[in-house]
């Protein structure tokens, strides 16, 4: 399987900072198509997840300018350029290049 | 608008069994592959299984197999989830996803199912 971690765990941000949460997999998420089968998601409190970033850099329809994914092979990353108090809750990585689809562990955003 | 909406939650004893159902609307159903993936109380998400557009291919995660089974009837929009020999780790939020070229995009609200005596 392949195992997904992220860090950090815990991310205390500043209004109008910038925050970054890193993402590395066991082995690479590069497909022969070119594209890193790597999606990032945001659970809000009490919400089911919700796309913000697939394929390594795509952000999903309605997603802020604000939030950008980077990485390639088994390293990626999620930048938000300034936080916003909408953007605290658990943001996760998944891999999706083969099965069984996993997970980090997540990363808890809240506001300082 | 797009939607996935869960069913068939609740409490139940271990070794018994459960039914989860999720009805989609608003999208073509019978062309996108489908997700169950579930969430233990406080922990992370867990992929569950997933199945084919057309249903002629299943996949489970390794502590699921043989106990579970992915179905899905396209003339209904929905995917089910048959639950057998449930654990006290099986307790969870369910929920279903629809995935399209390596993206799991949409997501139901969940249904919470408790394995318990």
């Known amino acids: 399987d392949i195992v997904m971690t992220q860090s950090p765990l815990s991310l205390p941000v500043t209004p109008g900072e910038p925050a970054s949460i890193s993402c590395r997999s066991s082995?690479?998420?590069?497909?022969?198509?070119?594209?890193?089968?790597l999606n990032w998601y945001l659970q809000k409190p009490g919400q089911s997840p919700h796309l913000l970033i697939y394929?390594?850099?795509n952000r999903a329809s309605g997603v802020p300018d604000r939030f950008s994914g980077s990485g390639s092979g088994t390293d990626f990353t999620l930048k938000i350029s300034r936080v916003e108090a909408d953007d605290v809750g658990v943001y996760y990585c998944?891999?999706?290049?083969?099965?069984?689809?996993?997970f980090g562990q997540g990363t808890r955003l809240e506001i300082k | 608008e797009v939607r996935l909406v869960e069913s068939g939650g609740g409490l139940v004893q271990p070794g018994g069994s459960l039914r989860l159902s999720c009805a989609a609307s608003?999208?073509?159903?019978?062309?996108?592959?489908m997700h169950w993936v579930r969430q233990a109380p406080g922990k992370g998400l867990e992929w569950v299984a997933n199945?084919?557009?057309?249903?002629?291919?299943?996949e489970y995660v390794d502590s699921v197999r043989g106990r579970f089974t992915i179905s899905r009837d396209n003339a209904k929009n929905s995917l089910y989830l048959q639950m057998n020999s449930l654990r006290v780790e099986d307790t969870a939020v369910y929920y279903c996803?629809?995935?399209?070229?390596?993206?799991?995009?949409?997501w139901g609200q969940g249904t919470m199912v408790t394995v318990s005596s």
């Open positions: 996803a629809r995935s399209f070229n390596r993206v799991l995009d949409i």
């Open positions: 998944m891999q999706i290049l083969q099965t069984p689809i996993t």
């Open positions: 394929l390594g850099s």
């Open positions: 082995q690479s998420l590069l497909h022969s198509n070119g594209y890193n089968c």
């Open positions: 608003e999208f073509t159903f019978s062309i996108y592959w």
């Open positions: 199945i084919k557009a057309d249903g002629s291919e299943t």
